[in-house]
T-cell receptor
């Protein structure tokens, strides 16, 4: 069965620190997608990234970067020079293709607090 | 990216009543999904709604409790029936495009 583990329940950092959010997944599928979403206190889910299982290149987008290691089934997310606005719950998710549609299996989330 | 709206954005309801949540997308999509996020928890898929057919429910969710309509390719509704305080959650719809996009959610509090 598909499973996503985000072992860090809560992380607290001071502004400008770098922080890495861990994500480990389990799947028997050979083709799958991994996602990260941000959920600020307002509640909406903001899409951050979608990564194909065949693309192990690291990705950088501004202060955000993602490290995909298929050998360890991990898809970690790093925020460089964190800011107060980064405070949110971050979810890692894995796609499960069933009956022609893509269902997402979410981790429990990591609550990040960035203090000024 | 798809733009998704949900109504209502929040509601407070009495136990035993029902609430219908609407989800509107700005483009035609084949699949729409309904998720539940209980307080402090992660998201769990309730059902997948395909236009023109019955919704497909995940384990632990039944049609009598969460009836879903999908009358066209841009719209869906989820009804939370005979509500109890345990139904207090955020309900989110999502659609599958280049990625999965989520609506802003409906915050439901059942007293």
């Amino acid at each position: 069965a598909q499973k996503v583990t985000q072992a860090q329940t809560e992380i607290s950092v001071v502004e400008k620190e770098d922080v890495t959010l861990d994500c480990v997944y389990e799947t028997r599928d050979t083709t799958y997608y991994l996602f990260w979403y941000k959920q600020p206190p307002s509640g909406e889910l903001v899409f951050l990234i979608r990564r194909n299982s065949f693309d192990e290149q690291n990705e950088i987008s501004g202060r955000y970067s993602w490290n995909f290691q298929k050998s360890t089934s991990s898809f970690n997310f790093t925020i460089t020079a964190s800011q107060v606005v980064d405070s949110a719950v971050y979810f890692c998710a894995l796609s499960e293709r069933r009956r022609g549609s893509e269902k997402l299996v979410f981790g429990k989330g990591t609550k990040l607090t960035v203090n000024p | 990216s798809a733009v998704i709206s949900q109504k209502p954005s929040r509601d407070i309801c009495q136990r035993g009543t029902s609430l219908t949540i609407q989800c509107q997308v700005d483009s035609q999509v084949t699949m729409m999904f309904w998720y539940r996020q209980q307080p402090g928890q992660s998201l769990t898929l309730i059902a997948t709604a395909n236009q023109g057919s019955e919704a497909t429910y995940e384990s632990g969710f039944v049609i009598d409790k969460f009836p879903i309509s999908r009358p066209n390719l841009t719209f869906s509704t989820l009804t939370v029936s005979n509500m109890s305080p345990e139904d207090s959650s955020i309900y989110l719809c999502s659609v599958e495009g280049q990625t999965q996009y989520f609506g802003p959610g409906t915050r439901l509090l059942v007293l």
